[in-house]
């Protein structure tokens, strides 16, 4: 990667996608075990110790990187399987492992110093002090943005710390603070923050109801669909919800994060690296994903315009819309 440019951060929720991710461009790739340590923990996803082994030297092969994320929260006094991870992500190679929990960092920093530590964006620092405190406590090197900044305010924080920052420029808005969200524990007995599962699949059920198709989330009605109108997973911040007599999303909307045609920006203002979300999407959705804004990133390597690559992404935003989110945000 040319020194300046911006690294590409891809997700990987199977040892497909992570070879999806690398072969379409990505020059690093995220990941998890398939536990609880990571909050994408959800059947049919993430990896075994040996999978990692062999996603971590696919990637080596290639020149590229492998960031492993062990970034839920323990239980007082149940840390082994957290620090069981944190040992087999060094074991293993890994380039970096993204946490949150202070202990965790703690103990990181303690038995594996050479092992290069990312705040994961759960931890939600968003603002100078407590990205400071990080990375004089813990050595952190680098920092993942929670989705509610300015590019202005990135770039504020980017210049009054010093530190590298990771953004998202692809996937779900984020409505929540990260890391404190608790809407679906409430709904399911199960935490997000400590189990790695936000709506968890066994909680979900589809009813048909007065021809219409109610999306549930344990007891509890999320949404309601017309014939014909698509069904989205039933997660609590994208339900809608009657008030006032009137069914709305109050939280957030079907709509995609897309920060491509921003990317100029986004490096003016000193971000080191762009994270693309999906950890829960297919080989296919990747690889699309991935190759778009490969192809963007090389051609303002260039100094060319990425506007003619942003027909590539529209077919993958969810709801079929897209947003630039807080980036231009014109409220305080």
């Known amino acids: 990667m040319n020194a300046g440019a911006l690294e590409l951060v891809c997700p990987a929720g199977t040892p497909a996608a992570l070879r999806a991710a690398v072969d379409a461009g990505a020059d690093s790739v995220y990941c998890g075990f398939r536990d609880r340590t990571n909050a994408r923990n959800y059947p049919g996803l ?26 839920t929260f323990p239980p007082a006094g149940d840390t082994g399987p957290w620090c069981l991870a944190v040992d087999r992500a060094a074991e293993a190679g890994a380039d970096a492992v993204i946490l949150a929990d202070i202990g965790l960092l703690a103990y990181a920093t303690r038995t594996h110093p050479s092992l290069r530590r990312h705040l994961s964006v759960q931890a939600s620092a968003a603002n100078a002090p407590s990205i400071r405190y990080y990375r004089d406590h813990f050595g952190v090197r680098r920092v993942v943005l929670p989705r509610v900044l300015s590019i202005e305010e990135v770039g504020a924080l980017v210049a009054d710390t010093g530190i590298e920052t990771e953004v998202f420029a692809f996937g779900s808005v984020g409505p929540m603070s990260e890391g404190r969200c608790f809407l679906s524990s409430y709904l399911c007995g199960v935490s997000p923050t400590s189990e790695g599962a936000c709506a968890p699949a066994n909680h979900v059920s589809y009813v048909e109801s007065d021809g219409r198709v109610l999306s549930k989330l344990g007891p509890v009605t999320l949404n309601a669909f017309a014939p014909g109108e698509p069904a989205a997973y039933p997660t609590p911040c994208k339900g809608r919800y009657v008030t006032h007599g009137r069914a709305s999303y109050l939280f957030e909307e079907p709509v995609a994060l897309n920060a491509l045609a921003i990317l100029p920006e986004l490096r003016a203002a000193g971000v080191t690296a762009l ?10 959705y990747v690889a699309q994903v991935v190759g778009a804004f490969r192809q963007a990133l090389d051609a303002l390597a260039r100094g060319q315009s990425v506007e003619p690559h942003l027909s590539a992404l529209r077919q ?17």
């Open 275 to 284: 994270k693309i979300e999906g950890r829960q999407r297919s080989r296919a």
């Open 316 to 332: 993958e935003a969810e709801g079929g819309r897209e947003t630039f989110g807080a980036y231009r945000k014109g409220w305080k």
């Open 46 to 71: 993430n990896f075994d110790p040996d999978e990692l082994v062999e996603g971590i030297a696919y990637a080596h092969d290639r020149g590229r990187k492998v960031l492993v994320a062990i970034n």
